[in-house]
């Protein structure tokens, strides 16, 4: 154990979010599955960190990449001048890319990957003399991160309407789930590809050639692993097409393996224009996100418009040589360790012990795909977190680490989990939900 000052007065400075204040709680250590306390516990991760720490905590090969750059090369910028390593990292990025996705942006998260992904398609349509397209279409619990791009198209609106002033000319098309038809249900929800027509009734409602960009989750994660009707996405797709509108996928917690496949593109077989993405890139150690491009909108983006040589976007840290260092030894992992194919064979076993959870007190829906679940729970009457965060605190507790939105509880452990870690998981949840009152 480590010892620590008096936790009251030690957390004063940074003081955490309202639950932090209310339950000071350190982690001071990780290795593969597992979280170490400050007061010496082990616990599994059964969330990889916040859905990022996709090779296990602190893999030795990534931490030796990190060590060795940091020796060699602590910075340099990756623009007018540069280094090999953002070099290697966006081939090897790319490679795994769907068909047609050839180029690499590098930023420092999934908001900076949003905003520099709305600013692309944005800039995209008016570089090429089309200025109309300036509406930007989002879904209802779309989750986008914090940047003014992403809470404008996310669909969260108490993050929008603290603000007041958002991007002009966004609208969000409705969520797409139908919790009593969904309810444990297995696979891909089977009522609807139609829904995507929301997508032509908005595109109805105003001029098709006003809008730029459609930005969606392939599977909602931090709403509450909301999985994407039958079809859905490749109606999308063809609405885009049909009307001349860029697709982007907010991929930043369903890319490298999250879904067993490296994209949720790949998994979907539905390619869009853009992706964003982040945390697995790096497995969680040094910060870094990237939007993937196809090269034409890429090329636009980075020439600018004509005669405007000073038209710029980039960020001190883009393809930080760190950052880098840990993208490029992450993908190996992935590669070498068969990582992503595992997440795929496993997702059986997490979906069996997922749905042997429906009948415990209060479930009302089991979803999942790849290494990504979750367990609604009934919510109580005018207290819609209460439940989950009973079940998250004994969770802790009992030695594992689960993530709760609202009163769903989420699952995505790092793809080196194993049978005895989901079993430890799903039954520690279980005896926590037996437990609620
Ligand atoms: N987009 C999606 C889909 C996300 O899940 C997240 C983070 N959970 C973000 C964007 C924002 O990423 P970050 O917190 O790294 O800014």
Not at 46 to 68: M, R, S, T
Not at 333 to 361: C, F, N, Q, T
Not at 376 to 400: H, N, S, W
Request: charged fraction near 20%; hydrophobic fraction near 40%.
């Amino acid at each position: 154990a480590t010892e620590m000052p008096d936790l009251q007065s030690y957390w004063m400075p940074f003081t955490g979010n309202r639950y932090f204040k209310q339950n000071p709680r350190l982690i001071t250590s990780a290795k593969g599955m597992h979280c170490y306390t400050h007061d010496g516990r082990e616990l599994i991760d059964a969330v990889a960190g916040l859905w990022c720490c996709n090779a296990g905590h602190c893999h030795p090969k990534i931490v030796e990449a990190i060590k060795a750059q940091a020796e060699t090369l602590d910075y340099s910028m990756a623009f007018q001048l540069s280094h090999p390593t953002v070099f290697d990292l966006a081939n090897k990025v790319t490679a795994m890319a769907p068909e047609g996705i050839d180029y690499a942006f590098f930023v420092n998260s999934g908001s900076e990957a949003v905003d520099t992904a709305l600013k692309m398609a944005l800039a995209y349509h008016r570089i090429r003399g089309d200025a109309s397209r300036t509406r930007l279409i989002g879904r209802e619990r779309g989750y986008h991160g914090v940047g003014f791009g992403g809470i404008s198209v996310g669909g969260i609106s108490p993050n929008r309407k603290m603000f007041g002033t958002m991007l002009p000319g966004v609208d969000h098309l409705p969520h797409t789930h139908n919790l009593s038809e969904n309810a444990y249900s297995r696979g891909l929800p089977k009522w609807g590809a139609h829904l995507a027509d929301d997508l032509e009734n908005i595109v109805a409602l105003h001029d098709a050639s006003t809008i730029a960009a459609v930005i969606v989750e392939p599977v909602a994660g931090s709403t509450g692993v909301l999985l994407p009707p039958d079809g859905y996405l490749q109606r999308l797709r063809d609405i885009c097409d049909k009307h001349g509108i860029l697709l982007i996928f907010d991929e930043v917690i369903t890319a490298f393996g999250r879904l067993g496949d490296n994209f949720a593109s790949s998994r979907f077989g539905v390619t869009p224009d853009l992706i964003t993405t982040a945390k697995g890139l790096t497995s969680g150690t040094v910060p870094m996100g990237a939007v993937l491009a196809k090269s034409e909108i890429y090329d636009t983006f980075m020439t600018g418009p004509e005669g405007a040589i000073e038209f710029f976007h980039g960020y001190t840290y883009s393809g930080h040589p760190l950052a880098a260092a840990a993208g490029c030894a992450t993908l190996d992992v992935y590669k070498e360790e068969g990582l992503i194919e595992r997440a795929r064979s496993m997702e059986g076993k997490l979906e069996d012990a997922l749905h042997s959870l429906k009948g415990e007190p209060h479930v009302i829906d089991v979803r999942n795909i790849g290494m990504i679940g979750a367990v609604e729970l009934e919510p109580i009457a005018g207290q819609p977190t209460a439940r989950a965060m009973q079940v998250f605190r004994d969770c802790y507790d009992k030695g594992v680490i689960i993530r709760t939105t609202g009163d769903i509880i989420a699952f995505s452990p790092p793809l080196i989990v194993a049978d005895e870690h989901i079993e430890k998981m799903i039954e520690t949840v279980r005896s926590s939900l037996r437990a609620l009152n």
